[in-house]
Every structure is written in C-alpha cells, then in structure tokens.
C-alpha cells in the first residue's frame, strides 16, 4: 500500500475512533472487521440510503472547497434519512481518488463530513479507499433508525392533502448559475456550499404524525414533487406566489421562480399534511410554507400569479446533475 | 433523464421486484423512496459491508464477461457478511458507467449480480445510477443480520488457538497470471471467475460455536491472517506443507506456494477455533483444512516443508488489487 494511502486510511480510522466515541452503544463493531455491526433497538427500523458524489457532476474543484465536497456529500445522506422522519446513525464512506490529489484536499473533504457528522452524532463505520482512473468519486452511505413502521414514506399523499415545505427553495442552483459567470463567497450562498440536512424537522413530523408523505428536495420541487404524486397515486396543484424563493449573495437578492420550481440540492423537505391538522410555520426554527394540495387524478399543475393554471413538467434542473436513484 | 438510462433504470427496478417477493417482509420498502427500511428481528443485530468494484483494479473488459463481474461484484459483499457469521438480507449498487458503455454489457453484469443474489434471497433494495468519466465503476453496500452479540469478529483469536482455512487458495490469482499471458476458459478458473460466498458455511460455525475470530480470504492468506493477529494482538504459526493450492486450468494443475499464501480474493473463510474443538474436515461440503496455529507475541511465521521457519509477511499480491477497506 503507497504511504500516502496508508496515512489517509490512518487519518480516517483515528477520526473515526473520535467520532464513534459518540454513539458507541449503536455501533458495537466499526472499522477494522469485515462489517460493521449496528444495534438496534427491538422497536426500531433500519433506515439505508445510498448517494454517489462525483467530481464534475456534483462538485468542481475549482468551485467548491474541500470542506464542502465532504459536507455536501454526508449531507445528502442526511437528508434522506430526514426525509424519513428518521434519525441518523452509521455513515460508510467510499472514496476513489486519483493519484495527484493533494493529501490537504482529503484531509480538508474528511474535516467537512466529520464536522457535520459530529453535529449528528454519527459513526463512520467503514468503508473503502481505491485509486480512480479520472475524477474524485465518493459513496456515502447513511444507515438510520425509525420507529417500526413509522417511516415517511412518498406514497401516503391522499386527495385533499395539503402541500408543504421547509425554508427556502433554488439558492442551491443560484450559487451554480452565479459561479459560471464569477467567483462567489461561500458564505453568501450557504444553502449550496453547506446545507444543514433537515433531521429535527423531519423527526418532529413523524412524531407528531403530521406529514403524510415526505421526500427531499435535492432533484427540484417539481421532480420531487412528481416522485411523491406517482408514489400515492395523485395529482398535484402548486400557487407560483406561494412558493418560498431563496434570497442569495451578498445583496440577499430574490431567486427567479424557475430555479425554485426546478433546481435541486437544496435538501429541503417537502411534505403533505391532511388539511385538517395543524401545522406551525417554524419547526425547529425553520420555516414551513404552504404551496399547494394534492388533487385526484395524476396531472400536476401550477397556478401563476395572474390565476393561470398550466401543467408543472418534472424539469428537475438536470444541467448540474446526471445522477439517478434506483 | 437520456432513454438508455431510463431503460437501465426500469430493468433494475423489474429485478428489483422480481427479487423482492423472496423476501419482501425483511425489506417492507426498497426501491422507491429515500431510504431503504429494513426489518429485523429483535434479537438481531445488523451487519453492513461496502465494497468497491473497479474497472482495471478488480476487473478487464477484455478478460471478465459482464456476468462474472457482476456475480464478483456482489461475492465480495456476501462474503464479507459470511466471515461474520451472517445471513445476507439486501444489497444496495451504486454504479458509475461511461457513455459509450454497451446496453448489453449492463445486462449481463445485472444478470450474474441478480442470479447470485436469488440464490441467497438477497432483496435489490435500493442504489444510484451515474455517468462514469472513465471507466466502470461499482459499489456494492450488502445489508445482514447475526443474533445479538454472535458476529464472529477479527479480534477473538488467542494464542494456542488453531487455524483453518475454508477450500483451496491461489485459484483467483492464477487466473489472473494465465490471463496476462493467453485467454482463459472462465470453466476452467471457476473460483475466479464465479467465487462461490460461504454463506452457509460461516453460519455453521457461528451457530456451533466453532469460530473464535473469522475472516474472509479477499486480500491474501498472508494479509488476512495478518488482521486477525493484529485485531487480536497476536501472533501465528502456519505450514507451508498444509497451506490447501488451488487446482487449476483444464489439467487441474496445482498453484504454486506463492499465489496460495499472497492471493487474493479467493473469498473463503479463514478462521480460528480452541484447541480442544472438534473441527468437521467438510462443512456444507466445502473442505476446511487445518493449517497452522496462534501464537503469543505479534510474529507471523512459516515452516517451510523443509521445516525451516521464516517471517511470512503480509504482500497481500497488490498486483491486481489497489483498494483498501477501511
């Protein structure tokens, strides 16, 4: 093994040992066996989710610092676990690097996910380390718990449903837009450079059984949108002026609709709540927005700020993305 | 979304189902959703294994029929879940493919990975598909159960303890040294090809009690023992005389010492067990085969068949093998 691989795998067992200090109890076996062992509680559901992020089609040296490829990459993660009301244990990480990558980029990549990991008290339980041919590419696993057969799962929107989703939509995709034309300061586009998964508030509405169906918004509202609607069975209708537009840069300027209808990787939830419950419009200081209800039939539709109805095509902004859940 | 993808996409998701029916009430929701949720019993704890397949690392285009390198790609994940005892439950496959790669090629790898994993009722639960810059590039996350608190470990080996070893070693490696000097027959190279996982024959002995510490052979006699000594702070003593060679090729000839002891991903079990236990010389039909003995102190040595004692260090044959697990 090169010495500079053995290091990384000494660095990345040592932040892990840290790491699992946490949630030791849930992670009996980490790193250094043939699997991982996970424990968990008789009641419990196992929770997995997969997410490749690859260099070119989720990130851009150029573009994104290390540290936020590697929370970018856990986030993802993160928020499909939130997506199902559940709660995060195990992450598993699986990294092809070429052989010219400098050590500070890696090391920068792990300080970003175990950064964000720590917040959520995960474990990195293991995982693998190869060579690539071209391009750095990872694969974060999630591994999470919900209580049995209590997941938020896409296919439980009925008719009448009312829509709903957190914060702010499409200033992930402004930061991408801003950067082919210019340099941009992280810090005026956090949602893109480091989202905070929603894990609280997705625990919140499956505790309170408030959302009937839930899903992330990391492929664009009107992709993730007709994810939930083929699922149940539905139809959709959405109002453009409902619908919570990010503010970005330094200028916190509005968003156009178009990247907060389309764009993706803003990891917010979207959900469906029957219209008779009451839902706040804060969890956990987040914001919660109404947008629209679930309709028979299998058409999603958007009113526009004159009235107009017109059909929503799932677009889900594919220009910065060409990777495909199973 | 390009056609060729949606058509990738709706295959996997046909196997997906076809898969699913063998064991749907572990994996009440796959593909679909965000998360996989699987369901456990409660005196279960849950075993996960990731695992890189790479184009020019673990495979050739030229020499690996698409179906041998999915049905490897998947072996080396079930295996790991058999050197911990384990009974596999759902895999999750992240694929990274190039452009120009053939649709049929896709096939065939889907069609050796689903036909291992009917035959061990292992539930296609979930995964990503992505565009590849070069090269093709899977990642295999395998998903198990072992009774609470009886996963056979790396670290319960003690000094007096003797050492085993499932089938015959070297068979992988030399058909990769044949293949660099002429085409192979994959009849002819099984165990390189189509490495049967020894699913049940680890089950046997966790149930029995037979295994202190277990591994699987996937980077070498030599680095896997290695492992063991160190997870277990120990050392070995192994035979040369009855190290168990491969027999290969159309005139079943027998490896030599070197591929046997440094060959990787033959994927049988090595293990340990105390003294006094009564070790079966066939399990599930599979030979297991004493070959040495755990010593104290952290040294790893062989006795040659001239009964010298020599240092065997772990060269774990990285030839053909550039990934490392963490």
């Known amino acids: 093994m090169p ?15 840290t790491s699992s200090r946490l949630r030791n109890s849930s992670v009996p076996t980490g790193i250094g066996d043939d699997c991982a062992v996970l424990r968990t509680d008789a009641n419990s559901e196992v929770l997995v989710t997969t997410d490749f992020t690859l260099e070119g089609v989720h990130f851009r040296r150029e573009w994104h610092p290390a540290e936020s490829v590697g929370h970018r990459c856990l986030a993802r993660g993160l928020s499909d676990i939130a997506a199902m009301g559940g709660t995060p244990v195990a992450v598993f990480l699986s990294l092809a690097l070429p052989r010219d990558l400098p050590q500070s980029w890696v090391r920068g990549f792990l300080r970003g996910l175990t950064k964000l990991g720590t917040r959520y008290e ?18 974060i696993i999630v591994v999470g718990t919900v209580p049995r057969g209590q997941g938020v799962l896409r296919s439980g929107a009925r008719p009448g449903d009312r829509i709903f989703v957190t914060g702010e939509l499409g200033g992930s995709a402004a930061a991408v ?34 959302a009937t169906a839930m899903i992330d918004t990391s492929d664009g509202l009107s992709t993730d949108l ?92 594919e220009h910065f993305r060409k990777v495909h859940n199973l």
């Open 3 to 17: 010495l500079a691989e053995r290091a990384l795998i000494a660095e990345i067992r040592r932040l892990a040992k």
């Open 122 to 139: 995960v474990t990195l339980a293991g995982g693998d380390i190869a060579q690539s041919p071209d391009g750095i590419l990872a694969d």
């Open 226 to 317: 007709s994810h939930i609607c083929e699922e149940s069975g539905v139809g959709a209708e959405i109002d453009a002026a409902a619908v919570p537009r990010a503010r970005v840069g330094r200028s916190l300027r509005l968003v156009d609709l178009d990247p907060a209808l389309h764009g993706g990787e803003d990891y917010e939830l979207l959900f469906t709540a029957q219209a008779g419950k009451m839902i706040p419009n804060k969890i956990d200081g987040v914001a919660v927005t109404e947008i629209g209800r679930i309709t028979p039939g299998k058409t999603i539709r958007i009113r526009s700020e004159q009235g107009k109805f017109k059909i929503l095509q799932p677009l889900g902004w």
């Open 177 to 210: 837009r801003q950067m082919e034309k210019a340099k941009v300061n992280p810090r005026d586009y956090l949602r893109h450079f480091y989202p905070e998964p929603r894990i609280e508030v997705g625990r919140v509405l499956r505790e309170k059984k408030l």
